[in-house]
C-alpha cells in the first residue's frame, strides 16, 4: 500500500467516524428523554399516536424503556412513570415506548409489605398477572392488544382505589430485566 492510498484510507475513516457521531448525537437531540430513553433512535414519539379520544381527568405518563439490541444485554430494560403518586378514581395511563422492543404494562396490587420487582418469575419468564387490574397493551390504541411497539403509544383509563400498585412488563423476561415500577394511589 503506497503512503497516499494509506492516508486516503486514514482520511476516510475519520470521516465515517465524524459521520457516526453526529448521527449519535442527532438521535439523542431528537429523542426528547432524560434517562436511559436518550439511547433509544425514535425521534418525536409525540406526533406518531397521540390518544384518538381525548383523555380528561387525571393522567400518568409512563414510558417503557430498554437499552436496544446494541448494548448485548437483555437486563437494562425499565419503566418510567409521572406522577408517580395520584388520587383515587378514574386515572388514564398513557404508556410511551422509548425502547427498540416491544413493550406492554399491566397493573398489579401491591399487598402490605411487598415491594415492586420481587413477584416470582417462571420457567416462561413472566410473573403471575392473577389479580390484575387492568393493562395497557394495544398498539396505537386503547386497552389490550398484542404489544405497544417501539415507539409508539397505547393509553388505558382504569379507575384505582388507594393503595399501592406496580406497573409491570409481563412480556418473557421484561420483568426479570427491571421493567416494574411502583405507583401509590391515595
Ligand atoms: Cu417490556
Redesign the pocket.
Given at each position: 500500500m503506497n503512503k497516499s492510498l494509506a492516508r486516503g484510507i486514514g482520511i476516510g475513516l475519520v470521516a465515517a467516524l465524524a459521520g457516526l457521531l453526529l448521527v449519535g448525537f442527532t438521535s439523542v437531540r431528537h429523542s426528547g428523554m432524560g434517562m436511559m430513553g436518550q439511547q433509544s433512535r425514535h425521534y418525536s414519539v409525540t406526533d406518531v399516536c397521540a390518544p384518538t379520544t381525548k383523555l380528561t381527568g387525571q393522567t400518568i405518563n409512563v414510558s417503557?424503556f430498554?437499552m436496544g439490541m446494541m448494548m448485548g444485554n437483555a437486563t437494562r430494560?425499565g419503566i418510567a412513570a409521572s406522577p408517580e403518586n395520584i388520587s383515587s378514581g378514574k386515572v388514564n395511563i398513557v404508556v410511551t415506548n422509548m425502547?427498540m422492543?416491544?413493550?406492554?404494562l399491566v397493573v398489579l396490587p401491591l399487598a402490605v409489605g411487598q415491594s415492586a420487582g420481587n413477584r416470582v418469575v417462571g420457567a416462561d419468564g413472566k410473573i403471575d398477572e392473577s389479580g390484575s387490574l387492568g393493562e395497557v397493551s394495544n398498539n396505537c390504541g386503547s386497552g389490550s392488544g398484542e404489544g405497544i411497539l417501539s415507539g409508539s403509544r397505547g393509553w388505558s383509563t382504569l379507575t384505582l382505589t388507594p393503595g399501592r400498585y406496580e406497573i409491570v412488563?409481563?412480556?418473557p423476561n421484561?420483568y426479570l430485566?427491571g421493567?416494574f415500577k411502583e405507583i401509590t394511589v391515595s
Amino acid at each position: 500500500m503506497n503512503k497516499s492510498l494509506a492516508r486516503g484510507i486514514g482520511i476516510g475513516l475519520v470521516a465515517a467516524l465524524a459521520g457516526l457521531l453526529l448521527v449519535g448525537f442527532t438521535s439523542v437531540r431528537h429523542s426528547g428523554m432524560g434517562m436511559m430513553g436518550q439511547q433509544s433512535r425514535h425521534y418525536s414519539v409525540t406526533d406518531v399516536c397521540a390518544p384518538t379520544t381525548k383523555l380528561t381527568g387525571q393522567t400518568i405518563n409512563v414510558s417503557a424503556f430498554d437499552m436496544g439490541m446494541m448494548m448485548g444485554n437483555a437486563t437494562r430494560m425499565g419503566i418510567a412513570a409521572s406522577p408517580e403518586n395520584i388520587s383515587s378514581g378514574k386515572v388514564n395511563i398513557v404508556v410511551t415506548n422509548m425502547g427498540m422492543r416491544t413493550h406492554e404494562l399491566v397493573v398489579l396490587p401491591l399487598a402490605v409489605g411487598q415491594s415492586a420487582g420481587n413477584r416470582v418469575v417462571g420457567a416462561d419468564g413472566k410473573i403471575d398477572e392473577s389479580g390484575s387490574l387492568g393493562e395497557v397493551s394495544n398498539n396505537c390504541g386503547s386497552g389490550s392488544g398484542e404489544g405497544i411497539l417501539s415507539g409508539s403509544r397505547g393509553w388505558s383509563t382504569l379507575t384505582l382505589t388507594p393503595g399501592r400498585y406496580e406497573i409491570v412488563c409481563n412480556l418473557p423476561n421484561h420483568y426479570l430485566a427491571g421493567m416494574f415500577k411502583e405507583i401509590t394511589v391515595s
